[in-house]
């Protein structure tokens, strides 16, 4: 059979609150914990809650956070050239 290793629970929960508030990889924190990806992803999957997994709700915050700097770089682009207009 496979190696078994434990994984205390405060290093599952540390691993799966990287995944999903910070955004970090499956991959590095695989290598970082020594843990193999399909394991995270197996954690990752029993968190689902009404049918979004942590992985995807993650995938969103951080596409999310993408979208809102982008917004403020058009807004501020927009700005510079409305003022630039006026003089």
């Known amino acids: 059979?496979?190696?078994f290793k434990?994984?205390?629970k405060e290093v599952k929960d540390q691993?799966?609150?990287k995944v999903k508030n910070?955004?970090?990889?499956?991959a590095?924190?695989?290598r970082e914990h020594e843990i193999s990806e399909k394991t995270i992803y197996g954690w990752l999957k029993k968190l689902a809650v009404d049918?979004?997994?942590?992985l995807e709700y993650a995938r969103l915050k951080r596409e999310n956070?993408?979208?809102l700097e982008l917004v403020g770089?058009?807004?501020l682009d927009k700005q510079k050239t409305v003022n630039f207009k006026k003089n």
């Open 28 to 30: 590095q924190l695989a």
């Open 6 to 8: 434990f994984i205390p």
């Open 1 to 3: 059979m496979g190696n």
């Open 51 to 54: 049918g979004i997994s942590a």
């Open 22 to 26: 910070d955004g970090v990889p499956v």
């Open 65 to 67: 956070k993408i979208l």
């Open 73 to 75: 770089k058009l807004t």
């Open 15 to 17: 691993v799966v609150a």
